[in-house]
């Protein structure tokens, strides 16, 4: 049982920092928060994502990327471009690393308005730190597992990050419904939704990119938005705008 709850914990909150803090937040500025809040995010989302820990502003950069040559050659995680997920994010991942070490012209022009903690970012890019997160959950796993075939979930832990990127950019561009036509390949993968809190409508993302609730139909159920509404009334963080029904009505 202890493993079980590890695996869920680890899943779901790594999986949260990602869309919360580097997509809606370091990506997209969908909201604010004041400089406390900002850095207590960045070191909860290095904690919860931990070895496979991304850096803000190298995600941020990727993800613009991502909005401005959605599912053309540019796109830097299309599955247009990729006989598989597992090359799909072997290409992202170098493009990543370039992006990361300032060397990839191509993403330049998106640079800006993002969460920086030049040390900690380092720190985090490190063997020390990603062997030191997977030494943790190794001697987690040595305590607790009580049969051989739970060590098979330790490189689940190790690639937590990339594993939520490619369940999102393979099947949110290969498999679902589209609500817009977006001129791209976008879909809302519902029926895979409770792996991603909302991530898998990336049909409705990509038409309403700053949109802070990533669902539109009523049926269409976001769970990350619930807690940013949550800590918009905690007066936490700030909203920067609400797509109201009519603005709605239009983009449809």
Same mark, same amino acid.
């Not at 803090?21 to 290095?46: G, I, S």
């Not at 977006?182 to 390949?185: A, E, W």
């Given at each position: 049982m202890p493993i079980l709850i590890f695996f869920v914990a680890h899943y779901y909150l790594s999986l949260?920092?990602?869309?919360?803090?580097?997509? &809606?937040?370091?990506?997209?500025?969908?909201?604010?928060?004041? &400089?406390?809040?900002? &850095?207590?995010?960045?070191?909860?989302?290095?904690?919860?994502?931990?070895s496979s820990f991304l850096s803000p502003r190298a995600y941020a950069l990727l993800h613009r990327m991502h909005h401005a040559y959605s599912d053309t050659a540019l796109d830097p995680h299309s599955p247009l471009f990729s006989s598989n997920a597992f090359s799909m994010m072997w290409k992202t991942k170098?493009?990543? #690393?370039?992006?990361? #070490?300032?060397?990839?012209?191509?993403?330049? &022009?998106?640079?800006?308005?993002?969460?920086?903690w030049v040390s900690l970012e380092k720190f985090s890019a490190t063997a020390v730190s990603r062997i030191g997160w997977g030494a943790l959950y190794v001697m987690f796993y040595v305590q607790f597992a009580t049969a051989w075939w739970m060590y098979l979930l330790l490189p689940v832990h190790f690639l937590m990050g990339p594993i939520h990127g490619a369940i999102v950019n393979w099947g949110g561009h290969k498999y679902g419904y589209q609500n817009f036509d977006?001129?791209?390949?976008s879909k809302n993968t519902l029926a895979l939704d409770f792996l991603a809190f909302g991530e898998l409508f990336q049909n409705n993302h990509h038409k309403l990119p700053m949109?802070?609730?990533?669902g539109v139909k009523w049926w269409e159920f976001d769970p990350t938005y619930s807690v940013i509404w949550t800590l918009d009334k905690a007066r936490i963080i700030k909203i920067k705008r609400k797509v109201t029904a009519q603005k709605l009505k239009a983009a449809a």
């Open positions: 949260f920092t990602q869309t919360f803090y580097l997509h &809606r937040y370091a990506a997209h500025k969908m909201f604010t928060m004041n &400089r406390f809040w900002e &850095r207590f995010f960045f070191v909860f989302t290095y904690i919860c994502q931990g170098t493009i990543y #690393n370039d992006v990361l #070490n300032h060397n990839y012209a191509a993403a330049e &022009r998106f640079e800006g308005d993002y969460p920086e977006n001129h791209d390949h949109r802070v609730n990533f």
